[in-house]
Every structure is written in C-alpha cells, then in structure tokens.
C-alpha cells in the first residue's frame, strides 16, 4: 500500500468481513460518524448508491439538483456543524462539477470529503464513457486527493481522507473511486486514521516565542488584535474573549471571523478589509502591536502590503507554517492550534484597559456612524436599503440566526451589519468569492444545526446560479429563510464599474423573473416586499415561519457599499464615500 | 530582491500525483522549473525531489512552504550554489567515422575527461558528469562536427552541511 498512515500494528483482533467496496464505503462513512451526505448519481457510482439505499435508515442521502450544491450544502453543514461535509457525485461532468466547491472549501479551509465514481480500472486512460482525470484536475484545490482502483484500498483511504480534511487546517479531500472497486469484495476492518507520518497537522506550540509575544503585547500603548476563521476552526472564542478582556485590546475581524466573538461586545471593534469598518482599517495603520490570530492576510484585507501595518511589530498565531511570512511578516510567529496557545499566552499578559486607544476607535465610529451607517440602516430616502434589511432581520430573530451570504454588495452589507451572539453563524464564501454559494450553503447550515434559524441572504445574480436547489428545499421541506436582495444589477461589479469604469455598465444589468412565482412554483411560501412600511412586517412573518420561507426585497437599484478600499489602495485611504 | 539559483529538495513519499501537485505550485507561481529529477533518498522507500528554479529568495522560501505542506512530502528545503555539491549528466550521440576523420573529437573526449559509454559501427555515445557549463562548454566544442542526439539529467545535489532531515527520516524508517 502507498499510504503510509502511522500504525506500528495492524488491529489484528478485529474480526473482518466479506463485503463489496461500496457496501464498505457505507461502513466507512458511518465509523466516521457521518449520517448524512449530499450528492448526485451517475453511472460510475451506482454501487455506492444501491447501498445508501439500503442503508437509508443510518445514513440520508440528499439529493441536490446539482453538483455544485452538493458541494455548497456540505460546506454549509461543515461550517455551522465543526463535522466533515460529505457530497458525493459520478465520474465525469459529476465530478468536473465538484470542482468550484472544492476550490472554495480549499481557501476558506472547510472540512470536506467528496467521493466521485470514476470508469473502471481497465478503461482508466482510454477516454471512455465519462471518464475524466478528476484527481488531475482537482489537485490544486484538494488538501489531498487519491484514486482507489482496488477495493482493498477503501477503508485505509476512506479513514485517511477524514482525518485529513478535519485535521490541522482543515480543507477539502477527494477520493476518486473506480466502478470495479465498488463491485469487488474486500476483508472489511475500519480503523481510524490517527496519523499520517509526512503530515504534521498541528506544531506544538513554541513557549519561548509565546512569552516573547506576551513581552510585546505587555508593553505596547496600542496594541490592535485582528482575528479570523482560526479562531472558529480552533475552538478558541473563549481563550480570544479572555484574552481581549484581560489585556484590554480592541479586536476586528475578517469576514470569516466574523460571529468568533459576540459582534455587541465593546471590545468588538468591527471588520477589517474593503468593505470594512473605518476605525479598524484606518487604525491598522496607528497600532503599535498587530495580533493577527488565525487568520491569513489576504489582500482583501491588507490593501496595498507596502503600506500595510509598517509602523507595528506584527505577532501572528497561525496554525499553517506556509502562511507565516507569507504576505505580511511577523515579528513574532506562534504556530499551533489557537486554543492551545491562546490558552498559554493568557496567563502571560498583563490586565490593561488602554482607554485612549479605545476611544480612538470610538471616535472613527462616530465618524462612520454619521456618514454611512446611519444612512445604511436607518434610511430616510425612499428606496429601501441592503442594510435596513439586515436590520430588520437582526430583530427579528434576537441575534440569534445563522447568516448565510453570497457574493456581493449584499454579503458585504450583511457581514457590516449582521449582529450574533454565538460562533459558527456566519456562512459565507469569503476566500473565492463563490457566487451562487448561499442557497444550497443555507440548506446544509439547517440540517448542520435544525435547531437554529438560519436566514440565506442572497442577491439576485447569485441566486439565479443555483435557484435550482429551491428543489431540495421544497421535497424535504428545509425550513430555511430565503432572502432575496434584488436590485436587478449585479450589485458589486456594477459599483466598481461606476467608480472605476466611469459608469460603463457594462453586462451588469439584469433583466430577472418573477421570483415570487419560481418559489411559489417549488410551492414555498413567499412575499415580496417594495415599501420600508411593509418590511418590518415581512421579515417577521417570514422569521415566524416554521416552513421554508422566501422574502424578496426589492432594493434600491444603485446604492455603494462604503467605506471601501480601492483594489491596491492603503486601509489608510479607505473612502467613506 | 536579486534573483539566484535554488536547488529545491524534497523528502516525500512515493506516491502517484505528488510530481503534478509539486509542479503545480510553480505553475500557480509562474516560476519556471529549469531542472528537476526524481530518484530514491539515502531512506528506504522515501523519493527526493531535487528541483532547480531561478528565483529571489522570498519566493524560494514561499515555495518551499507550499511543498511542504503536501500531505505526502515529508520535508522541503532551499539551498544556494554555494551551499550544495551538484552535478548533471549528459550524454552524446556522434557518428563514429568522425572519431577517425576529425582528430580534434579525441582531443575533446580527452579534455572533458568523458567516458565512451558504447561504439557501434555508425555512432559512438560519450558520457559526461560535471557542472552545467561544462557540459555546455563539451557541447559548444561537439556541435560543430555534429551531434546526433543529446539530452542532459536534471541537477542532482547534496548539501554540504549535514541535513537535519536524516534524523527525522530514520525515524519514519523505524516505525
């Protein structure tokens, strides 16, 4: 065998049993604790799916109406739930249509296992009947991938691959398996993957470089925390809330760290990056202390890197070695998992409040307040506001709901505006900016968390990339609420073009159908909403609503989302309008 | 940031489609790869990659990064010239009657101390190990008579300095 996961001994007292390779796949999913999958069948993984159906009562098989969704919905589980999403799909076009979830799971490090049905072994390379070189083509968006042509493989990979995509920096890991290994039979035994002896998923933390950090952070006048999904994936919210209270140090956020930390919390400052609030982008560049924590740098976030946080020695605990250094260099690299060195770092700092530098964040927000906010959600024009949306939905459901976004003005807004008291309730394609995400994403976070509300809050371009999986909602009766945006333009890149193509709409404009009869077609309740007198009352119904729920809003067609940093500008020229 | 030559080596096990992930990280990158072989290491059952790029050391240290963080690459690692002994190989296929008809072939068979691998009746195959431009400098001085065929290995290297990876790899071995 090829794999070389770390066992001195094979478990030789476990008994085995005579089953075919995709009966074991079954077996293999239910020992890693999976009970439910998204997918969609095909010729090469039949085997595997007339075993779900005689598996039905352990294991749901959801049928989305794409791929695509598959992958979308099994990140959205995956996110909310902390468990490895699972979606499953046929060789060929199924396969290829798996590709746009595993690059977005792979930068926004979401845990995933895809399983894909691939032609025979002895018709692999011979161009046949949907075959296509998945394990070729998903290489670079895969944490790790791998053919099975033997069905002996199965429970050594199956095993591997979970412990994979949950460990360390999670991400996405496919495993290609030909029809033959499907129909042949193996000598069934499952043991669960507790190494592999080339990876090393988490470094063990450096005290040395840990009481370094806590010296700076000790002696710094304004020292700045921004932090992201580490925080979340690493379990960390309360070692970051006791470390931002203790030492009194104002904390943003990425968009994917968003919800890490309750967004009403006076320390909370707010969001970092484009779209982000003014005081956290603008003091970025008046900090004497950065604390990046789990999260990564990405330009979307620093602006133009040479002009980004010079002035401040820069600490930065990350769980991936290849992001130290990588666009921003530390001063002060702690690698490991966020709550174990978080943890270590706690009792290391000083108690601190430093009200001054405090106060400046509070005078930028007033500053934001007055120009922007205000206008956002407590519009006073006529046409109705993204943000008095998302206000709205913010009371209606006490903070508490999951939000799940998609691509554009209405994701920004939402994430600038969207309060929560609980991690694990912001779903969002953040790293790929994968529009047509949140439907299917919204599908997956309910039947990740059942007992939460969860509020998908989409535009319409977005929307209509993957309308289609209304139909999973519908046969299963997904209680989700569905928020349409509708400005009938693509939002953001209709905003650029009138900021930097001098208003030369250029494909933008969006010519869209009666959505309220498309989901009155997937017999969904609906409303559509043109008058701020009558959103309060939407948003409510729509909350109070034990069934799926769709909501458009008709918005204002040519609102900007401010403050924004232009691409390649400093945080510190951030515009506010 | 001045651009030099890295020798890149990396430990990793030997698996199939580690060579296409490896590559693919120059690829996303642009960087060319202007050398690289693939062989078994000093450990049993683990491969060295030994890939040669022209680059600034930022990038080379980035890259470095990347491939290690492969689920099958055991350990990266960057090194200068200065820090590694290197040699390629190359070898050439030149008709035979010129050994006869051009003294000056037996002189640079001599000069370049290679080795004549095979003679058959219409070609003979020279053998030459050493550093790039040595090679470059053999062949530069055979093209006028004619070359056959030519082809030349990628850069194989070792560091001067002990490499910390043995210990590790030993202790893989063990297990």
């Not at chain 1, 590709?99 to 799971?105: F, P, R």
């Not at chain 1, 450096?206 to 952070?217: F, L, N, R, S, T």
């Not at chain 1, 400005?487 to 404009?509: C, I, K, P």
Request: negative net charge; contains cysteine; glycine residues 8%.
């Amino acid at each position: 065998m090829s794999t070389e996961t770390l066992k001195k001994e094979k478990n030789k007292t476990a008994k085995s049993i005579r089953i075919s390779g995709a009966e074991a796949i079954i077996h293999c999913l239910l020992a890693e604790g999976v009970d439910l999958i998204y997918g969609y069948p095909g010729g090469a993984i039949m085997p595997v799916y007339d075993e779900l159906y005689k598996f039905q009562d352990k294991l749901t098989h959801i049928l989305t109406r794409h791929e695509q969704g598959a992958t979308h919905a099994a990140q959205g589980y995956a996110r909310v739930s902390g468990k490895v999403g699972v979606a499953m799909a046929t060789s060929g076009p199924g396969a290829t249509n798996l590709v746009t979830g595993l690059a977005d799971a792979q930068i926004d490090s979401t845990p995933m296992v895809c399983i894909t049905g691939q032609v025979p072994r002895h018709l692999l390379g011979s161009d046949a009947f949907q075959e296509t070189d998945i394990v070729g083509i998903s290489t670079p968006v895969t944490k790790w991938n791998y053919q099975v042509t033997k069905a002996s493989e199965i429970p050594e990979i199956m095993a591997k691959a979970f412990y994979i995509a949950r460990s360390g920096r999670p991400g996405p890991v496919l495993v290609d398996i030909t029809k033959n290994a499907q129909f042949d039979e193996l000598d069934f035994v499952y043991e669960k993957c507790t190494g592999v002896r080339s990876y090393k998923p988490v470094h063990k933390p450096d005290i040395k470089a840990i009481e370094a950090a806590a010296e700076i952070i000790n002696r710094a006048k304004k020292p700045y925390i921004v932090f992201g999904q580490g925080v979340i994936l690493g379990h960390a919210e309360e070692e970051l809330k006791a470390l931002v209270e203790k030492a009194g140090i104002p904390a943003a956020w990425t968009v994917l760290g968003l919800s890490a930390m309750d967004t009403d919390h006076p320390l909370n400052v707010g969001m970092v990056g484009m779209h982000g609030n003014y005081g956290p982008n603008v003091l970025t560049n008046e900090c004497d202390v950065l604390i990046a924590i789990g999260m990564r740098f990405d330009d979307r976030v620093t602006g133009n890197l040479d002009t980004y946080a010079k002035q401040a020695k820069v600490i930065h605990f990350e769980i991936d070695p290849a992001e130290i250094n990588k666009n921003v260099n530390a001063d002060i690299a702690v690698l490991g998992d966020a709550k174990q060195t978080l943890g270590l770092l706690l009792p290391l700092v000083n108690k601190n409040e430093h009200k001054d530098w405090l106060a400046e964040f509070d005078k930028k927000y007033q500053i934001e307040y007055d120009t922007v906010i205000k206008k956002d959600i407590e519009p006073t024009k006529e046409g109705l506001t993204m943000g008095e949306v998302i206000e709205q939905i913010n009371k209606a459901s006490g903070h508490k709901a999951v939000v799940v976004t998609d691509v554009g003005q209405h994701q920004m807004i939402a994430c600038r505006y969207a309060k929560f008291k609980q991690s694990k309730s912001n779903v969002t394609s953040g790293g790929l900016g994968t529009m047509g995400f949140a439907l299917p994403a919204a599908i997956g976070a309910k039947m990740g968390a059942m007992e939460r509300e969860v509020v998908a809050i989409i535009g319409d371009g977005g929307y209509q990339m993957t309308i289609q999986e209304l139909g999973v909602i519908f046969q299963h009766n997904v209680p989700v609420k569905i928020v349409v945006l509708n400005n009938d333009h693509l939002g953001m890149v209709r905003q650029w073009q009138e900021l930097f193509f001098e208003s030369r709409y250029a494909s933008t404009v969006m010519t869209n159908p009666d959505f309220v009869k498309i989901a009155e077609g997937y017999h969904i309740k609906s409303r559509r909403v043109t008058e701020r007198s009558d959103l309060q009352d939407a948003v409510e119904e729509m909350i109070a609503s034990k069934d799926p729920y769709f909501l458009e809003v008709r918005v204002e067609k040519e609102d900007n989302v401010f403050p924004m940093i232009p691409s390649g500008a400093s945080v510190s020229d951030i515009r506010l309008k | 940031m001045e651009k030099q030559w890295y020798t890149i080596s990396v430990y990793s096990e030997n698996n199939v489609g580690l060579l296409n992930r490896i590559s693919g990280i120059f690829l996303k990158r642009h960087i060319n790869i202007e050398s690289l072989n693939v062989s078994k290491s000093e450990i049993e059952h683990v491969s060295k990659f030994t890939i040669v790029i022209h680059s600034t050391e930022d990038w080379a240290r980035k890259i470095v990064g990347q491939i290690e963080k492969q689920i099958e690459v055991i350990k990266a690692f960057y090194h200068t010239d200065d820090e590694t002994i290197y040699q390629e190989s190359a070898l050439f296929k030149i008709a035979s009657h010129l050994l006869f008809d051009e003294r000056q072939i037996q002189n640079i068979i001599k000069e370049s101390n290679s080795q004549i691998v095979t003679v058959a009746r219409d070609f003979f195959v020279l053998a030459k190990t050493g550093r790039r431009h040595e090679i470059d400098e053999m062949h530069d001085a055979l093209e006028p008579y004619g070359i056959m065929q030519f082809v030349r290995t990628g850069r194989i290297a070792v560091t001067k300095a002990t490499m910390p990876i043995t210990e590790i790899l030993e202790e893989f071995h063990n297990q």
